[in-house]
């Protein structure tokens, strides 16, 4: 994985008035001067995540002349693309591009130990010799986290956190957020607090879809989110807090401090299966609370935790086996409650691997397979739960059902395939009277 560098931007090469010259080092020893040829525009700097996109000319030595070209971005005709703190250009040269806004043009001087050292870049750059780079910021892109790459999800880091540790499921979170588009502000929240993984419940009302990316977040970070409708509140909007349907969203958050979890793999076997009886129990009261998305994140990590556990013996491997065979018949039943029906199915098919005569997950298949309009195999499932279980009359109701959609559904094809019988009829007649039976004379 690449490392991300420590760099900080610094503030007085930010902001400055065209032809002035700045010392942008930490320590202000001269190794880094910028000087500014064109001011850029908007409020932004670049920052973690983000992929800058610049034209440069880079010479070698002191002076600014054709003769001491070394590289430049005009050979290939192309834009050069860097991501930002990744490593992939010299030190002094990145701590110059933090300073810059696009449509920005400087010239940056950099000594040799913040460029390219002791050693150079045979055979164009010899060893202890400063560079200069003439250099223009022509777009800086921010991070897509949508999974279709469609820009739906962005994310701008503003101010990048501190440490190395991220959230996890569950751990303690106290986080600021404010949530607006344009000039109009929808809510603004200082320190909501919450356990990482319940923070969309009533009351608490933090976004789930925001949520979701915390596990990423470190502490004291605060970035920019933006968010297409669909990835937001979509069609029902939030009308507690006057977000209507449809609505394009910007978020700015602070993940203000947090507290970690244990992670499953530091727990011993008994600790994970109290964990996982824990999950449980928090997935029922969410369920009961008709809090589907979160219920259903409580019973996805009963089946994570024990889903690939392959240690377990005796009692401890029975215990493991119920749990993951509960995890996925509640996690099915929730599935069915959000309308994400073949979800459904594969943790009732996980679910039959487990314990092939658990009538409740071939009603809960059959189920999602009556919504999919697959009366064939719903019907299938149903008299298997029936089977297994004479008393349950729902599944009787449901093996009537099935019956009477796959004889409407016949019913229904039988009428369209008369009607489009008729209707090539009725074209052959109309073909023969119009032409007088011409077309075959070919």
Same mark, same amino acid.
């Given at each position: 994985?690449?490392?991300?560098?420590?760099?900080?931007?610094?503030?007085?090469?930010?902001?400055?008035?065209?032809?002035?010259?700045?010392?942008?080092?930490?320590?202000?020893?001269?190794?880094?001067?910028?000087?500014?040829?064109?001011?850029?525009?908007?409020?932004?700097?670049?920052?973690?995540?983000?992929?800058? $996109?610049?034209?440069?000319?880079?010479?070698?030595?002191?002076?600014?002349?054709?003769?001491?070209?070394?590289?430049?971005?005009?050979?290939?005709?192309?834009?050069?693309? &860097?991501?930002?703190?990744?490593?992939?250009?010299?030190?002094?040269?990145?701590?110059? #591009? @933090?300073?810059?806004?696009?449509?920005?043009?400087?010239?940056?001087?950099?000594?040799?130990?913040?460029?390219?050292?002791?050693?150079?870049?045979?055979?164009?750059?010899?060893? !202890?010799?400063?560079?200069?780079?003439?250099?223009?910021?022509?777009?800086?892109?921010?991070?897509?986290?949508?999974?279709?790459?469609?820009?739906?999800?962005?994310?701008?880091?503003? #101010?990048?956190?501190?440490?190395?540790?991220?959230?996890?499921?569950?751990?303690?979170?106290?986080?600021?957020?404010?949530?607006? +588009?344009?000039?109009?502000?929808?809510?603004?929240?200082?320190?909501?607090?919450?356990?990482?993984?319940?923070?969309?419940?009533?009351?608490?009302?933090?976004?789930?879809?925001?949520?979701?990316?915390?596990?990423?977040?470190?502490?004291?970070?605060?970035?920019?989110?933006?968010?297409?409708?669909?990835?937001?509140?979509?069609?029902?909007?939030?009308?507690?807090?006057?977000?209507?349907?449809?609505?394009?969203?910007?978020?700015?958050?602070?993940?203000?401090?947090?507290?970690?979890?244990?992670?499953?793999?530091?727990?011993?076997?008994?600790?994970?299966?109290?964990?996982?009886?824990?999950?449980?129990?928090?997935?029922?009261?969410?369920?009961?609370?008709?809090? $589907?998305?979160? =219920?259903?994140?409580?019973?996805?990590?009963?089946?994570?935790?024990?889903?690939?556990?392959?240690?377990?013996?005796?009692?401890?491997?029975? &215990?493991? =086996?119920?749990?993951?065979?509960?995890?996925?018949?509640?996690?099915?039943?929730? +599935?069915?409650?959000?309308?994400?029906?073949?979800?459904? #199915?594969?943790?009732?098919?996980?679910?039959?691997?487990?314990?092939?005569?658990?009538?409740?997950?071939?009603?809960?298949?059959?189920?999602?397979?009556?919504?999919?309009?697959?009366?064939?195999? =719903?019907?299938?499932?149903?008299?298997?739960?029936?089977?297994?279980?004479?008393? !349950?009359?729902?599944?009787?109701?449901?093996?009537?059902?099935?019956?009477? =959609?796959? #004889?409407?559904?016949?019913?229904?094809?039988?009428? !369209?395939?008369?009607?489009?019988?008729?209707? @090539?009829?009725?074209?052959?007649?109309?073909?023969?009277?119009?032409?007088?039976?011409?077309?075959?004379?070919?």
């Amino acid at each position: 994985m690449t490392s991300v560098f420590r760099l900080e931007r610094h503030p007085a090469g930010c902001d400055m008035e065209v032809g002035e010259s700045v010392d942008i080092t930490p320590d202000q020893d001269g190794g880094v001067i910028k000087r500014l040829i064109k001011k850029g525009a908007g409020d932004d700097y670049p920052n973690t995540g983000d992929t800058v $996109y610049f034209n440069y000319i880079g010479y070698t030595g002191e002076t600014v002349a054709d003769e001491f070209i070394f590289d430049t971005s005009e050979r290939d005709g192309h834009l050069f693309k &860097h991501e930002v703190l990744k490593g992939q250009v010299i030190r002094g040269f990145e701590m110059g #591009i @933090l300073t810059m806004k696009v449509g920005e043009r400087a010239i940056l001087y950099i000594k040799s130990s913040y460029a390219f050292g002791p050693k150079g870049q045979l055979p164009k750059i010899p060893p !202890n010799i400063s560079v200069i780079f003439d250099t223009e910021i022509i777009r800086v892109e921010c991070q897509d986290l949508s999974e279709k790459e469609d820009l739906s999800i962005l994310k701008k880091v503003l #101010i990048r956190g501190k440490g190395h540790g991220t959230p996890n499921f569950g751990g303690e979170i106290c986080a600021d957020i404010k949530c607006y +588009y344009g000039d109009t502000v929808y809510y603004d929240k200082k320190g909501v607090q919450f356990l990482l993984g319940e923070g969309s419940t009533d009351g608490t009302d933090f976004p789930m879809f925001v949520e979701d990316l915390l596990i990423c977040w470190k502490c004291e970070e605060i970035a920019r989110l933006y968010f297409a409708s669909h990835q937001a509140y979509g069609k029902k909007g939030f009308p507690k807090y006057n977000i209507p349907p449809d609505q394009n969203l910007h978020f700015i958050v602070k993940l203000v401090k947090f507290e970690q979890n244990s992670d499953f793999w530091e727990m011993d076997n008994p600790e994970k299966l109290e964990k996982c009886d824990s999950f449980k129990q928090k997935g029922n009261m969410y369920f009961q609370k008709e809090e $589907y998305p979160i =219920a259903a994140k409580f019973y996805e990590m009963m089946v994570e935790y024990v889903e690939h556990e392959y240690c377990m013996e005796g009692e401890e491997e029975q &215990h493991r =086996a119920q749990i993951f065979l509960n995890g996925n018949l509640n996690l099915a039943q929730t +599935y069915l409650k959000m309308e994400k029906f073949i979800e459904a #199915i594969e943790c009732c098919d996980k679910a039959i691997k487990s314990d092939p005569n658990n009538p409740k997950a071939y009603y809960r298949r059959g189920m999602a397979q009556l919504s999919c309009m697959d009366h064939e195999n =719903a019907l299938k499932d149903f008299q298997k739960t029936y089977e297994l279980e004479p008393e !349950n009359k729902a599944a009787l109701r449901k093996i009537d059902e099935c019956r009477r =959609a796959e #004889i409407e559904c016949k019913r229904k094809q039988r009428e !369209n395939d008369r009607r489009m019988m008729s209707g @090539l009829g009725q074209n052959q007649n109309n073909g023969a009277t119009s032409d007088g039976g011409s077309s075959m004379s070919d």
